[in-house]
C-alpha cells in the first residue's frame, strides 16, 4: 500500500518562508515522478511542483517559480519542497502526490496522494 505523509507548515508571516516534508512509503521517489499540489479553500487544485524521477527534471507552476524549491532525498525516500518569499495566495491545504506528464500538461494525484497539510500565509 502507497503512503505519503506530509509534514511542515504551519503559520507563516508573509515574506518567511516554511519547508514541507513528504515521507513515503510502498514507493520509491526515485521510481516515479513525485510533487506537489495545493487547494486553497474555494478554489480549484493547482499543480504546483514536479520532479521527474529519471533525470531529476523539475517543473513549477508559474505562481511559484522561483520562490518554491523541490528536492528529493532518495535516502530518505522523502520529498521536500522549500518555499521561500510566502504571500497570502500561497495559503492553501499542500498535498503531495504521483503526478504525471501528458502531452506537456502535468498531472497530480491521479491515483495516489496524501491527505495534505495546511499553510497559512498571514500578511
Known amino acids: 500500500e502507497v503512503q505519503l505523509v506530509e509534514s511542515g507548515g504551519g503559520l507563516v508571516q508573509a515574506g518567511g518562508s516554511t519547508r514541507l516534508s513528504c515521507a513515503a512509503s510502498?514507493?520509491?521517489?526515485?521510481?516515479?515522478?513525485i510533487g506537489w499540489f495545493r487547494q486553497a479553500p474555494g478554489k480549484e487544485r493547482e499543480g504546483v511542483s514536479c520532479?521527474?524521477?529519471?533525470?531529476?527534471?523539475?517543473y513549477y507552476a508559474t505562481s511559484v517559480k522561483g520562490r518554491f524549491t523541490i528536492v528529493r532525498d532518495n535516502a530518505k525516500n522523502t520529498v521536500f519542497l522549500q518555499m521561500n518569499s510566502l504571500i497570502a495566495e500561497d495559503t492553501a491545504v499542500y498535498h503531495c502526490?504521483?503526478?504525471?506528464?501528458?502531452?506537456?500538461?502535468?498531472?497530480?494525484?491521479?491515483?495516489?496522494w496524501g491527505k495534505g497539510v495546511l499553510v497559512t500565509v498571514s500578511s
Open positions: 520532479i521527474s524521477a529519471s533525470d531529476g527534471t523539475t
Open positions: 502526490a504521483h503526478c504525471t506528464t501528458v502531452a506537456g500538461k502535468y498531472y497530480y494525484g491521479m491515483d495516489f
Open positions: 510502498g514507493f520509491t521517489v526515485d521510481d516515479g515522478d
